[in-house]
């Protein structure tokens, strides 16, 4: 035998919460927050007003949400300041474009084909 293996489960809980605080408030002592992700659910309720037609309940929320954040790079702090950091780099006028062109993939893409059952629409 060239290692011990260990006799426990291996999807053991080692009782580490890496979400912690997650929401908005900062990661804790162990806490992470993907400030991607809360970029992402701002800029959709920034552009969702601009689609009237686009059906919007929270089946076809989510589905945009994870269209973008699928094409997106994650950017996980562990700190308020890290927080504030990486939200002023997102906050660029490049990363913010990417962001709304994105976002508007995701609208036209989920708009054509509703998994909710609403009516297929083409948005302009």
């Given amino acids: 035998m060239d290692r011990d293996v260990l006799t426990g489960a291996v999807h053991r809980d080692?009782?580490?919460?890496?979400?912690?605080?997650?929401g908005g408030t900062g990661g804790g002592p162990?806490?992470?927050t993907n400030v991607t992700s809360e970029v992402t659910q701002r800029e959709y309720d920034r552009l969702r007003p601009q689609y009237p037609t686009f059906c919007g309940c929270d089946t076809c929320r989510g589905d945009v949400m994870v269209y973008a954040l699928n094409r997106l790079s994650p950017r996980y702090v562990s700190t308020r300041a890290g927080e504030i950091l990486t939200g002023l780099s997102l906050a660029s006028d490049q990363e913010s474009a990417k962001l709304t062109v994105i976002?508007?993939?995701g609208f036209r893409k989920v708009a054509l084909a509703p998994r909710c059952?609403?009516?297929p629409v083409t948005l302009s």
Avoid: H, Q, T
Avoid at 14 to 22: K, S
């Fill in 117 to 119: 059952g609403a009516k």
């Fill in 14 to 22: 080692d009782r580490l919460d890496v979400r912690g605080v997650a």
């Fill in 103 to 105: 976002l508007i993939e």
């Fill in 30 to 32: 162990r806490g992470v």
